[in-house]
């Protein structure tokens, strides 16, 4: 191959090799910027400290069941749900001295009072859109809380959890855009390497030979 020749097509491929490069650290540097994480629901802090401490978007679903005295017999599980317009709650006791009492309630649904235990349940369809708070009145101190976000039209906030992860984020110290530069550095250096072969027919780095 001449020399004119090689050149031509070293830099034709070091150019597309150099943008596809260039693309993929872009991506990837999209994705470190946030890329619209995923979404929960705002439950305005109520559930802060709220034994269980579980969450569970059920939207897509008719019907979910809440066990009333669940972990370790003081916790509404799910804690925090969201769930779309007219989806029914089943409230299943696990364990005995409970009830459910609604503080925040949009839709005025009924709680239910009485204490009961385990194996007694009731259900609640939720038809109106909003944020619901309950609590368990014997245990409200010792944080038996939960909250139901309804519909789409509900506060949120950002989780960031919705896009791929980043090698910084596995635990691997390295950056998109460094990724893209020793990409580049590693083309260009094969190219040189190559030019020396082709002219001289052997490494710039050994004799002649002679």
Same mark, same amino acid.
């Given at each position: 191959?001449?020399? $004119?020749?090689?050149?031509?097509?070293?830099?034709?491929?070091?150019?597309?090799?150099?943008? /596809?490069?260039?693309?993929?650290?872009?991506?990837?540097?999209?994705?470190?910027?946030?890329?619209?994480?995923?979404? $929960?629901?705002?439950?305005?802090?109520?559930?802060?400290? %709220?034994?269980?401490?579980?969450?569970l978007d059920a939207r897509g679903q008719s019907e979910v069941t809440v066990e009333v005295g669940g972990g370790?017999?003081? %916790?509404?599980?799910?804690?925090?749900?969201?769930?779309?317009?007219?989806?029914?709650?089943v409230f299943d006791w696990v364990s005995d001295g409970h009830n459910v009492l609604f503080d925040d309630n949009?839709?005025?649904?009924?709680?239910?009072?009485?204490?009961?235990?385990?194996?007694?349940?009731?259900?609640?369809?939720?038809?109106?859109? /909003?944020?619901?708070?309950?609590?368990?009145?014997?245990? $409200?101190?010792?944080?038996?809380?939960?909250?139901?976000?309804?519909?789409?039209?509900?506060?949120?906030?950002?989780?960031? /959890?919705?896009?791929?992860?980043?090698?910084?984020?596995?635990?691997?110290?390295?950056?998109?855009?460094?990724?893209?530069?020793?990409?580049?550095?590693?083309?260009?250096?094969?190219?040189?390497?190559?030019?020396?072969?082709?002219?001289?027919?052997?490494?710039?780095?050994?004799?002649? /030979? $002679?």
């Open positions: 191959m001449k020399r $004119r020749d090689f050149m031509r097509q070293a830099g034709g491929a070091t150019a597309a090799l150099g943008a /596809g490069a260039a693309a993929t650290a872009g991506t990837a540097t999209a994705q470190e910027s946030g890329g619209g994480g995923g979404q $929960r629901p705002d439950f305005g802090g109520y559930t802060d400290g %709220a034994e269980g401490g579980e969450y370790g017999g003081l %916790a509404f599980l799910p804690t925090e749900l969201w769930i779309d317009t007219g989806t029914t709650v949009p839709g005025s649904v009924s709680g239910h009072e009485p204490l009961e235990g385990e194996g007694f349940s009731f259900e609640v369809t939720f038809e109106s859109g /909003g944020v619901y708070t309950y609590y368990c009145d014997p245990h $409200r101190s010792l944080g038996m809380l939960g909250a139901i976000a309804v519909g789409e039209e509900v506060p949120t906030v950002a989780t960031g /959890g919705g896009g791929p992860k980043e090698l910084h984020e596995l635990g691997v110290a390295i950056q998109a855009h460094w990724v893209g530069a020793a990409t580049i550095l590693g083309i260009v250096m094969s190219v040189i390497f190559t030019f020396y072969l082709v002219k001289y027919g052997e490494s710039a780095h050994t004799g002649t /030979g $002679r």
